[in-house]
């Protein structure tokens, strides 16, 4: 019984991961789709919003102007960004 119990809480463990991990996948496709390079805003919260969508829209168009040389098109150079700008995952 206890083995029985023990294999239940490793399956149910790992099926609230495995949908944990594809939640922030989706969204990491949304943000980078739609927001390039959001990774790197470090602005101040606007009007109560921070890190969500809301928050992105209105930063957007600064981040874009402030770091133009590292777009080509609407694709953001993420590998040239981080090796110029010595960022390590700040948050």
């Given at each position: 019984?206890?083995?029985?119990?023990?294999?239940?809480?490793?399956?149910?463990?790992?099926?609230?991961?495995?949908?944990?991990?594809?939640?922030?996948?989706?969204?990491?496709?949304?943000?980078?789709?739609?927001?390039?390079?959001?990774?790197?805003?470090?602005?101040?919260?606007?009007?109560?919003?921070?890190?969500?969508?809301?928050?992105?829209?209105?930063?957007?168009?600064?981040?874009?102007?402030?770091?133009?040389?590292?777009?080509?098109?609407?694709?953001?150079d993420h590998?040239?960004?981080?090796?110029?700008?010595?960022?390590?995952?700040?948050?």
């Amino acid at each position: 019984m206890k083995k029985l119990f023990t294999l239940l809480l490793i399956i149910a463990g790992s099926l609230v991961a495995n949908s944990a991990y594809s939640q922030v996948h989706v969204n990491v496709n949304f943000y980078e789709r739609h927001y390039p390079g959001y990774t790197y805003y470090t602005y101040p919260a606007w009007r109560g919003h921070y890190r969500d969508q809301v928050y992105y829209s209105h930063y957007q168009p600064a981040f874009e102007r402030e770091h133009r040389v590292y777009f080509t098109g609407r694709r953001f150079d993420h590998e040239r960004f981080e090796r110029e700008n010595h960022w390590h995952g700040r948050n």
